[in-house]
Structure formats: structure tokens, C-alpha cells
């Protein structure tokens, strides 16, 4: 895991920086106020809007309301803008947003005779809503908005844009009604502590109240939440509701859901809060270590690695000679002794160097069967998904759900995915983690190695610091994942990565941050998650020659945890 990150172009995060505002926000509309954008769903094709080279086209699916909505597609060269001018009121405030699918999307202003504003998503597979507020100058009457992809990305999508704020006097759109009731709520995954809840997204809506059991317990932006903090084995009732600035819709029809028995996904020996540390199969200047050296502060020890074979999805396993084991036979009493005391040893597949291909339902099937064949020669608990070389999400999760069929419940299934592979869930990566949320012990993203990213704040945070910790972890703990199957996944001293050690104190203040509100930096996340499972280091081996400083501070803070 010591390795150089794949980084989209810095530009991409810093540019916007000053104008990132991914979440709604929250603004209070006047009773004259208007949608003062013409055609804002565009179910008059591309009428009052402009596209850049021909790049902007309207479609029928997907839409956010309506029959249609925008499709803006780069090139090389171009970002697909689309844009209206529109009449606005001088020295007035106006609320911009839209509704936007697909990699890097961005929504703004120009022309306002003050600052010009602008926001943009990295990406999303489903509706999300930009929106940010800018206000005209003294003598302003015309503001452009427009909304714009980016170079060499895939295609976008935008709906039932609005610029909400006073007539400037070029007519527009209906003053704001409440929105309609939202219809087909479902409940979808559950684990022991919380639920999945989908719906239909209504047109005019720009948030939505969540209820169970008919009290409020969220608002969210989105047609999906997850509701959390549930107790297991126990049926609620959930509702929602729209909401716009001129207010609240009647609830929806109720759907019950019941939570699952035991906690969500894998790993049926392994503790409520749990410390991670990878064992290194090789030396690499490290100190030399066979598993009976792991301190007892680790709770999984993930071995790494297994080798891909010149068969598409097959994995093997070569104990390094470096490492000391006199035979396979020491080795896999090291793993007996390791589970007899509480520990889970699982093999971790790809690295720095690890390319294993999994694009096929045949070597799907080839990876469960080679891997769980691991499972049995050596005693192995589970395996760890560490592929730094891309994965398909959708064949990889047929092959994880194919292990854990082999398996069984007590399977141990990690992760440890790069900063950018989770920073939408759009993203391969973060696909594949939300297909197997039901058999996954634990996300242990790698905060190091990294550069600048966004927060779920949208806000872009440099690796080396608490906000990087806890901002990122915000986006897995709020994106579908529950608190259970996230962890925090930092070097174990200096040497132990090329960039973004921070001292084991800071990783105890971002886990006090996340489970207690308290240790927080500039960021503070909306509220705690207490059952947030842990942190990983790399690696056990870097951790010794630092003389475990590492695990002896976060160790006992991860098992002190609420």
C-alpha cells in the first residue's frame, strides 16, 4: 500500500474551491419570488437555452420531473455549457439550482455585477441537486446561468433548473407552490442498525423530510436516505414528505421495514470496533515480522498479498521465505493461534502492484472459487479487496457474493479503496461497496498518498489533518455505507507511506469526532456516529519498527470507542 496515487488534474478540485457548495442550501424565498429561468425543465427542447458547439441535446430518460431533461455532452475540447440568459432585479438575492446526473457537473453564474458564483459534483449514478445564491449588482438586469461538464468526461444530465428570487420583469415560471407528495417510497437493504429508503423524486421539491414512526428524523436533499441508529430486529413505519420554500407536502404513504437480526454485513468474529493491520509477505525495509509478532491491538490481520495468475480472476498465495516461516505448516499455525485468540486473518488481494482482472461472469466465478480454495488450504477468514488498478463493480460483486455463498456467514470481507474511488458513489469502487453492503465487514479508505479532496461539505480538505479524516469518512457514512463498515485507514508512521502520515493523536480526535462530536476540527459533521467500526493501519510492519506506537495509542482508543 506504500504507492503513488492516481490523481485527476488538481485543477479539477482548486478551481471551483471558492464556490463548492454540493449540498442545498437553505434559503427563505419571499412571497413575490419566481423561478425567473424560461423553460427551466426543458420540456420545450432546447428553447431560451444556448449549447456550445451542438453538444447539448434533450432526452426522455433520464429525467428528474417531467417527460424531459438536458443532455450536455463533452469532448476533448469542449464542456458542454448550456446556458440562459436571464432578467433579474438590481441588488437583489436569487437562489440558483438544479437537479444534475453524471461526472463532474457544474452549475453557476455569470454576469451578476457582483461575485460570480458557481458549484459542481464530482459525480453521482442518480439525481443530486447543486444549488449556491448569488446577488445582482445596482445596475444588474441580466445574469447568465449555465451549467457545464467537463473535458473528456462522460455525458451529464440537468432538470428543472431554477433561479429563484424577485421578477426582474421577463416573466419566467409560476410563483413557488408546495410540492407535490412524494410517491413509490421503498425500503430496500437493512442491517441491525439501520434502513435504506428510496423515492420518487417530485418536480419543484428541493428537500425532503424523512419520518419514522411519525416522528422527523432527517432532511435530505435526494430521493434516497438511509436511516440510522435503529434498534435489531425491530419493524418501523417511514414516511416522507417534499418541502420547497413555500413549504411542506403531506406525508406519503407509509412503508414498513424490519431491521436484520445481527449486525450489517460480514464477519461474524469480529469485534464491534475494530483496529486493522496489514502483514507484510515480503521485506521492504521494515522490520521482519511472522503473525505471532502482530500486537494483540489488531483485531483483523489482512496478509499481503495473494498473486494474480495468468487466469482471468484466479489468485494464489506464496509464503515469502523473507518473512522467516520455516514451512506453510508454522504459517498456518500462526493463523490458527491468531483466530483461537479472537483475531481474524484474511488475505488481501492487489496492493501497489496487484492487478487482478474481474470483467467477466467467468472469472467471477474463477475468483470466488481460487480464493475460497485460499480460505480452505490456509484458514484464511475472508479476504481484502485492495485493487489500486481499477475493478468492475459489477462482476466483482458476483464474485464476493459467490465467495460468501462458499463461506458462509462468518466471512470476513474488507476494503481499502484510494480517496478518489470513493468520493462519489458513482464511482467502481464505491458501486462494488454498496452491491455487497450485505456481506461487507468494513471500508478502510486509504486517507494518505493522496492530495487535496472534497468533503461531504463539498468543501476541499489537504490529507495530513483531522478535517481530511473526517470530511471524507462523512461521504462514505452519509453515501449508503453503514457506520459499521466504515473505518479509518492511515500509515503507521512516516515511512509507511510517500505522503499524509499524521500522528496517531489525530486519528484519535477524528474517531472522537465521528462517534462523540467532540475533537473536531473546522469540520463537525452533522451528527455522530457512534457505531463507527474503527481504523486500519498500513502496516504492522511499519507500526514495529516505530516500536507499535501506533497501535498502542489507537489500538485502546478504537476499543474504547461508544
Not at 195 to 207: I, R
Not at 320 to 327: E, H, I, N, Q, R
Amino acid at each position: 500500500m506504500d504507492r503513488a496515487r492516481r490523481w485527476i488534474e488538481g485543477a479539477l478540485a482548486v478551481t471551483a474551491a471558492a464556490a463548492l457548495g454540493v449540498t442545498a442550501l437553505a434559503t427563505t424565498a419571499q412571497a413575490a419570488d419566481i423561478n425567473v429561468a424560461k423553460n427551466a425543465g426543458f420540456e420545450s427542447d432546447l428553447s431560451n437555452w444556448t449549447c456550445s458547439a451542438g453538444t447539448g441535446s434533450v432526452v426522455g430518460s433520464p429525467v428528474h420531473g417531467g417527460a424531459r431533461a438536458l443532455k450536455g455532452t463533452p469532448t476533448a475540447q469542449d464542456t458542454a455549457q448550456c446556458s440562459q440568459a436571464v432578467a433579474v432585479k438590481p441588488n437583489s438575492t436569487y437562489t440558483l439550482s438544479s437537479w444534475v446526473q453524471g461526472s463532474y457537473v457544474y452549475l453557476g453564474a455569470s454576469g451578476t455585477g457582483t461575485t460570480d458564483v458557481s458549484t459542481w459534483t464530482p459525480g453521482s449514478s442518480g439525481w443530486q441537486q447543486l444549488s449556491t445564491t448569488f446577488t445582482t449588482g445596482a445596475n444588474t438586469t441580466s445574469v447568465t446561468v449555465y451549467t457545464h461538464g467537463w473535458y473528456g468526461q462522460s455525458a451529464y444530465y440537468a432538470d428543472d433548473v431554477s433561479v429563484l428570487g424577485p421578477d426582474g420583469g421577463g416573466g419566467g415560471g409560476d410563483p413557488v407552490v408546495i410540492p407535490a407528495v412524494p410517491a413509490g417510497l421503498a425500503a430496500g437493504t437493512a442491517t441491525s442498525s439501520s434502513v435504506d429508503l428510496s423515492w420518487n423524486p417530485v418536480s419543484g421539491a428541493t428537500g425532503y423530510n424523512v419520518y419514522r414512526d411519525g416522528s422527523k428524523v432527517a432532511s435530505v436533499s435526494g430521493a434516497s436516505a438511509t436511516a440510522t441508529g435503529l434498534a435489531a430486529a425491530t419493524s418501523y413505519s417511514f414516511q416522507v414528505s417534499a418541502t420547497n420554500s413555500a413549504g411542506e407536502s403531506a406525508k406519503s404513504a407509509a412503508v414498513t421495514a424490519k431491521t436484520a437480526t445481527s449486525g450489517g454485513g460480514g464477519g461474524g468474529t469480529v469485534p464491534k470496533h475494530a483496529v486493522t493491520g496489514y502483514w507484510q509477505n515480503f521485506n521492504n525495509g521494515a522490520t521482519v515480522q511472522k503473525l505471532r509478532d502482530v500486537p494483540s491491538q489488531y483485531d483483523i490481520i489482512a496478509v499481503s498479498f495473494a498473486d494474480a495468475t495468468s487466469t482471468p480472476g484466479q489468485i494464489s498465495f506464496t509464503l515469502d521465505p523473507a518473512v522467516g516461516y520455516a514451512s506453510a505448516a508454522d504459517f498456518k499455525a500462526d493463523i490458527a493461534a491468531k483466530q483461537a485468540a479472537g483475531k481474524s486473518v484474511i488475505l488481501s488481494v492487489g496492493g501497489e502492484k496487484g492487478s487482478v482482472s474481474v470483467n467477466s461472469d467467468a472469472s467471477a466465478a474463477t475468483f470466488a472459487d481460487s480464493a475460497y480454495s485460499l480460505m480452505q488450504q490456509y484458514g484464511f477468514d475472508g479476504v481484502d479487496i485492495d485493487l489500486e488498478n481499477g475493478l468492475n463493480s459489477t462482476y466483482m460483486s458476483k464474485a464476493l457474493h459467490q465467495l460468501s455463498a462458499k463461506a458462509g456467514a462468518k466471512l470476513v470481507l474488507t476494503m481499502a479503496p484510494q480517496t478518489i474511488d470513493m468520493q462519489s458513489t458513482s464511482g467502481e469502487y464505491f458501486k462494488t461497496a454498496l452491491n455487497v453492503k450485505d456481506i461487507l465487514t468494513v471500508v478502510n479508505m486509504q486517507y494518505y498518498n493522496s492530495g487535496s479532496m472534497l468533503g461531504c461539505d463539498g468543501k476541499v480538505y489537504s490529507q495530513g489533518s483531522v478535517d481530511f479524516l473526517t470530511a471524507l469518512a462523512c461521504i462514505q457514512l452519509e453515501g449508503g455505507l453503514d457506520p459499521s463498515q466504515v473505518g479509518l485507514g492511515v500509515p503507521a508512521s512516516t515511512r509507511g507511506a510517500g505522503s499524509g502520515y499524521v500522528d496517531p493523536s489525530v486519528v484519535n480526535n477524528a474517531l472522537d469526532c465521528l462517534t462523540r462530536g467532540t475533537g473536531c476540527g473546522s469540520f463537525k459533521p452533522a451528527r455522530t456516529y457512534p457505531g463507527l467500526r474503527g481504523a486500519m493501519t498500513w502496516s504492522t510492519n511499519w507500526d514495529a519498527t516505530a516500536g507499535n506506537a501506533w497501535s498502542n495509542s489507537v489500538g485502546p482508543k478504537v476499543h474504547s470507542l461508544p
